[in-house]
């Protein structure tokens, strides 16, 4: 009997009856928040790092020894001392409201993301903050509120630039979350569940990047220009709208902002490793090796990520209609060919 | 077709606004003002206003002596520094009526096709960050490295070299040049060749710049637009071609020219020159004679007879020529400047109008202006 196992019977002892009571969901809450803040800063310290070996450049290597450990905790002192300036021409609570709106959707998403499955005595405890019958449905729904974040401070910040930023993240929103929707209801549609526990265990046995790769491209294209990351980064194209929506944003005010973009990039990065790259179960051949499922949730998330930023180092932006042109006209035909092609061997393993 | 100054009208429509892109602006290598008229992401009108920095270089030189004209000739355009340095010194050298020996006029050459390496270099570099490639402006840049430490090993400095003299040229080659030379060149040509087939197989890349700010040869001519910008249009316009100066009609060079005149062509001219220009700073290396570098007696002040000259070179960026009249004394009577840049800044507003907002920083740094010299 591992030291696992006594941990998970005296656990089980312990909150025995009321497995998930209130207070052990706050607790989990605020462990999964901060394990995602955390996950959001390595992807800060990763991008530094791996994109400046792209670029080959070192990235940060001052602050806190010679791999620059310390450089974000130096960049959050310095956001902290600067001041906070509201523009004159600024609608105040939307400027002020729009970061916080930007992160909260974060937060919101985490709410259902498991991250793994225990089965005890017969009992499964899906380790997450909120199990729901209809997660994707939920995390579609809140991811959808992060665009009003953004809107909100291209309409809020009085600048031309911050509108038009604004303007674009419109059209890239209602052309891309048709597809990504699309693509997500074709993985529910073969997991014969909306529930994300369900949907991961349904791969147990074929990851849905093999079942439907046609859908995992879509996925991976729709998620990249949700998250606004390049080649979608029109949002905020330095040379042409300078910091786009976020260009009289100033201080910590900024930095949350900025943070919120990395947190979304982490949930995307994790929703992508759970509903196409199998979740916490392990590689097809080898099995899972015996490592705990969350050790594979997390090596799947990072492994998502460094591909976000190498596409980052590799790409060049594309224009905002050709955007919409590569939604409208290419995605979401070839998400409804995906629906249909999933429908069909959904139908054939049932 | 002609052009008129374009005077920016204010907006009519509600769906119209005015957008000022600059003084400052991240897509600017100095500043000017770019004001536009758009409707939605589409450019309806545009003008550039310039003048930001000005500096009354031509001014300035009147009142210098011909030597001390030489360091400030440097600061027109840094990336064009060793053009503007040559062409300068070429013109007071007709006046005094020399020829650079033939050492230096090698050296000339050499330092020149180096210095259009770099500015090119930079220039595809910053044109890069603009269609959002910033891994390419990175690369560009750690290229341009090498080519940089090359002119610094002859001339001395980094950026403003201060190289040519009347009659000669500063300092000799230093020892073990060529073979330091011929490596960083070599590796130089194969980067540039890889990054090309990266620009030219990318369909991002492509999509962003196939057909975009197409300027047509007749255009070009009217606007007075010389250099890559042109030769990217189909005209075979190279004054290292037409008027050999230097050595250049010793050597063996051809004239890029590409035909389609858009944003695509004008950097793939510049990436191409740069291999021209390898082969050129290769052939010189080989036949670049011994002897004195520098004429042995010069007078201690340089007083030429009174006459004017327009001297004229092939810049990085274009043609840029230098007209100095003398009535004999230390000092040029008049000095006039006709940049490359002001051109390529000029052909700028009529190359907008009807594109969208996220093209016009590919078109303007697709033409490689420099602020400096439009504002000299």
Known sequence: ?350 | MTHKATQITSPTKPSEILLHLGPQHPLQPGPFLLDLKIEGETIKEAELKIGYIHKGMEKVFEDRTYIQILPLADRICYLASNSNNDVYCRGVEELLGIEPTERAKYLRVITNELCRIQSHLLGIGEYTTDVGFLTMFLYMIREREGVVSLLEAITGSRLNHNYARFGGVANDLPPGYKEMALKTLGELKKLVKSHDEMMSSDSIYLSRTKGVGVLTAKQAGELGVAGPPLRASGVEYDLRRMEPYLVYNELDFKVITQTDGDVFSRVKVRLLEILESIYIIEQCLDQIPSGPYKQDVMPYITRPKSGEVYSRIEDPRGEMGMYIISDGSDKPYRFRIRGPAFATAQALPPLLIGSYVADVAAIAASMDSCTSEVDR
């Open chain 1, 1 to 350: 009997m591992g030291v696992i196992d006594i941990i998970m019977d005296s656990l089980v002892f312990i909150f025995a009856g009321n497995p998930f009571a209130p207070w052990i969901r706050g607790i989990l809450g605020g462990l999964v928040i901060g394990g995602v803040f955390g996950g959001a800063l390595v992807m800060v310290y990763l991008e530094r790092k791996f994109l400046g070996d792209i670029q080959s450049r070192i990235g940060p290597n001052r602050v806190g020894g010679r791999f620059g450990l310390l450089q974000l905790i130096a960049d959050a002192i310095k956001l902290f001392t600067k001041e906070d300036i509201i523009p004159a021409r600024a609608d105040k609570w939307l400027f002020i409201g729009a970061p916080i709106v930007a992160l909260t959707s974060g937060f919101l998403m985490v709410a259902v993301l498991p991250f793994d499955l225990l089965v005890i005595k017969g009992n499964e405890y899906a380790i997450a903050v909120s199990r729901m019958d209809i997660s994707i449905l939920y995390l579609e729904a809140v991811s959808g509120l992060a665009v009003f974040g953004l809107f909100m401070a291209g309409w809020g910040s009085g600048s031309k630039y911050s509108m038009l930023a604004g303007f674009r993240n419109i059209a890239k929103m209602i052309g891309y979350e048709v597809p990504l929707g699309v693509s997500i209801i074709s993985v529910a549609v073969m997991a014969h569940s909306l529930d994300i526990v369900e949907i991961v265990e349904a791969q147990s046995s074929i990851w849905f990047i093999i079942a439907q790769p046609l859908g995992f491209v879509i996925f991976g294209i729709a998620l990249l220009a949700d998250l606004g990351r390049i080649p979608f980064d029109q949002t905020e194209a330095e040379e042409e709208l300078i910091a786009g929506w976020a260009t009289e944003y100033s201080g910590m005010r900024w930095g949350l902002a900025f943070f919120a973009e990395y947190f979304h990039a982490v949930v995307g990065a994790l929703i992508v490793s759970l509903i196409f790259l199998g979740g916490w179960n392990g590689l097809p051949i080898i099995g899972n090796l015996g490592l705990p499922g969350v050790i594979w949730v997390l090596f799947k998330t990072i492994m998502v990520i460094m591909i976000f930023i190498w596409i980052r180092g590799a790409l060049p932006r594309l224009r905002i209609d050709q955007v919409s042109d590569l939604g409208w006209k290419v995605l979401l035909p070839l998400a409804l060919l995906n629906l249909v092609w999933a429908t069909i061997i959904g139908l054939m393993w049932a």
